[in-house]
């Protein structure tokens, strides 16, 4: 039963008796000033009130409504800057954003996916992957390996079949099968814009690497012959989406709170 029909049936139920509301309990100024008013009235005439007692009451009436309006004022100021900054997300729309890390996570399945932008057509190029301490563990080539390890270079129909060395039908060939380093294109060349990739997580070596943190960059040719880099992290602004009043950027295929973006350009 609501509130409102519980204080109902009980004023219903005590005859002359009344309640009075009082949502939370909260004095304002103008409970204060009615309050003094009134003990001026019922103050003993032989023995008034001292002045200095009603000018410090009154002082405190003037800085509680002082307060009262600086409150206001500061609401005010919030609704005004909330609205500035949905307007500012809105305008950032088509500018590049940054999350401030290249780094992504290798998960302990043993796989990391990622997405990276690039601006410009692809020619030929590849990725760079360190791990926190800057070393290059993993360096991919766009127009020989595939960054989940492929299917082999040689895999298929080799030349010396079996079992051999350059691995027959894809079976047990040192350079077939589902070799970790490589092998068939991964049809990054003649692209551009946000692509997604899929590490495996193997070193140069053939090495499973521990889960954690690596970085990601990639130093790639356009087409007009041109050298580019770009790097994990950094991505067009192409919508924006509100979510009880929290702002999300568009970043590849995700949305990412406004607050994680630490710079615009």
């Known amino acids: 039963m609501p509130i409102n029909a ?53 002082s405190q009436l003037a800085t509680l409504e002082s307060a009262h309006n600086t409150n206001a004022a500061m609401e005010e100021l919030i609704k005004t800057i909330n609205n500035s900054m949905d307007v ?28 990276i932008y690039f601006q410009e057509e692809i020619k030929d190029g590849s990725l760079t992957i360190t791990d926190r301490d800057g070393n290059v563990v993993r360096e991919i080539l766009f127009n020989t390996e595939d960054v989940d390890g492929g299917d082999g270079e040689d895999g298929e129909d080799g030349e010396d079949g079996g079992d051999g060395e350059d691995g027959g039908d894809g079976g047990d ?28 997580g193997y070193d140069n070596d053939g090495n499973k690497l521990p889960a954690g943190y690596y970085s990601v960059t990639s130093d790639y040719i356009d ?38 973006i630490v710079e615009y350009f």
């Open 6 to 58: 519980v204080t109902q049936d009980i004023s219903s139920s005590s005859g002359s008796r009344t309640i009075a509301e009082n949502p939370g309990g909260i004095l304002g100024k103008d409970d204060f000033l009615k309050l003094l008013l009134v003990e001026m009235q019922h103050q003993d005439p032989t023995e008034p009130m001292d002045s200095d007692k009603i000018l410090s009451q009154t």
């Open 88 to 115: 500012g997300a809105l305008s950032a729309i088509g500018k590049m954003a940054s999350l401030g890390s290249n780094a992504v996570t290798l998960q302990q399945s043993g796989s990391a996916k990622f997405e």
């Open 173 to 200: 060939g040192e350079d077939g099968g589902d070799g970790k380093n490589g092998g068939g294109e991964n049809g990054v060349i003649g692209k551009e814009g946000v692509l997604a990739f899929e590490w495996d």
């Open 223 to 260: 087409v007009n012959d041109e050298q580019q880099q770009t790097q994990f992290g950094i991505y067009p602004i192409e919508s924006v989406r509100y979510e009880n009043g929290t702002a999300f950027m568009k970043l590849g295929s995700s949305y990412v709170p406004m607050e994680y």
